[in-house]
């Protein structure tokens, strides 16, 4: 590898979860590259965080500990962890999620065969706390080099990549700045959206991490309220669609992905509001999609789903009985495309 062994910095927000983190960090300590650090950004747990990792850092110096005084916010932890970076390569690392042995290698191939990329992806696994496997996000990609615009346009078209299975190049803090925090839990794909826009990245189909889907995770324990999504969802469209110095039509044709990605999005948080018995989120969705995207049949389909669901229980358990068998086939079809990933 004519990469001459770069320093990769492992970045790892956490907040009492002990145990999960114990086992990211363990996820790092066996990649099969070893040229790392593994950065620990506690936010203020104020449990047994600390002594966890000061015993396993007795063990190996790469593990490095930091504890914030007081909880600054999850974001503004990430953002904090990525303003330490001094090393040529880090990565955004969950403290529930893990990543696979090969990780840092498929993602430093990448780069020595595109060098002016931007950031190496890698594909992410979706599992469940059971071990159930639940999807690749990055299972429509193709892989290789992508060049702006048609790397943005192809994000807008397939998905994001999982930022747990990407490795960023450190020098990008000053070609595009760090999170933007008006964009809330969309601060991931925002972050990647705007690097794409104006960088060339490579997309390697190899699974090369995991993210676990579970009640307690930052994005599903928040994403089921529409206080954390609007007006953060608008306002991460606007950072591409406002971007002067992305050509017109590139902007224009994005502009129409993401107002269509918009209101998928805040329909299902509509639907998902209804199944946590949140019926005020629900109606307040229905409002934003009628105001502000102009689409009343849907707005009104909404709510008058969580008043039939609010005011009639066995339409309620329905709808739940609904959704659980809707997982349930997600997970069967899973298991008849996961051989296809794992030969790929």
Same mark, same amino acid.
């Given at each position: 590898?004519?990469l ?7 970045i790892?927000?956490t907040?009492?979860?002990p ?8 996820s790092?300590?066996?990649q099969?590259y070893p ?6 950004y ?5 449990d ?9 850092a007795q063990y190996?110096d790469?593990i490095?500990y930091y ?6 916010g999850a ?7 990525f303003?330490?970076v001094?090393?040529?390569?880090f ?7 893990m ?8 993602a ?14 890698a594909a ?6 059971k ?8 299972a429509k990609?193709?892989p ?9 346009l192809?994000?807008l078209q ?5 930022w ?8 990008i803090?000053?070609?595009v700045g760090?999170?933007d ?6 601060s991931d ?12 990245f490579?997309?390697?189909i190899?699974?090369? %991490? ?5 009640p307690?995770s930052? $994005?599903? +324990?928040?994403a089921?309220r @529409?206080r954390?999504?609007? *007006?953060y969802?608008?306002n ?8 002067e110095?992305i050509?017109?039509e590139?902007r ?5 992905i993401?107002?269509q ?7 299902r948080?509509?639907i998902?509001?209804?199944?946590h018995k949140?019926?005020?989120?629900s109606?307040?969705?229905a409002?934003?999609?009628? %105001?502000?995207?102009q ?5 009104? $389909?909404? +709510?008058?789903?969580?008043? @039939?669901?609010?005011?009639f *229980? ?11 068998f809707?997982w349930y086939?997600?997970?069967?079809k899973w298991?008849i ?7 790929a």
């Open positions: 590898m004519s001459n062994k770069p320093i990769i910095t492992t790892i927000p907040y009492r979860r145990a999960l983190l114990k086992r990211a960090i363990e790092v300590l066996n099969t040229h790392f650090q593994v950065c620990i506690d936010n203020a747990s104020g047994d965080t600390a002594d966890m990792v000061t015993q396993m190996d790469r490095k504890c914030h005084p007081e909880n600054i974001i503004k932890n990430f953002q904090y962890g303003e330490q001094s090393t040529p390569f990565s955004f690392l969950s403290d529930d999620d990543l696979l042995p090969d990780f840092y290698q498929i430093l191939t990448g780069f020595d065969k595109y060098p002016e990329s931007m950031f190496s992806s992410t696994m979706y599992m469940d706390m071990g159930n496997h639940l999807g690749i996000k990055e990609w193709k290789g080099f992508y060049q702006p615009p048609v790397g943005l192809a994000m397939y998905n994001h990549p999982t747990t299975g990407i490795l960023f190049r450190q020098q803090r000053e070609l760090g999170l925090l008006e964009t809330g839990l969309f794909m925002d972050f990647e959206l705007r690097l794409a826009a104006r960088f060339p490579v997309i390697s190899q699974p090369g %991490a995991i993210l676990s889907k579970h307690g930052y $994005s599903q +324990s928040n089921t @529409i954390n999504i609007w *007006p969802i608008e991460m469209c606007h950072n591409i669609t406002g971007d110095r050509d017109l590139t224009q044709h994005a502009e129409m993401l107002r990605y918009s209101i998928n999005f805040l329909f948080i509509g998902a509001s209804i199944l949140n019926f005020a989120d109606y307040q969705t409002d934003i999609l009628r %105001a502000h995207y689409i009343p049949v849907k707005a009104s $389909s909404l +709510s008058i789903l969580a008043k @039939i669901c609010q005011y *229980p066995p339409a309620y358990y329905a709808a739940v009985f609904l959704n659980e809707r086939i997600r997970r069967k298991h495309f996961k051989p296809q990933i794992e030969g």
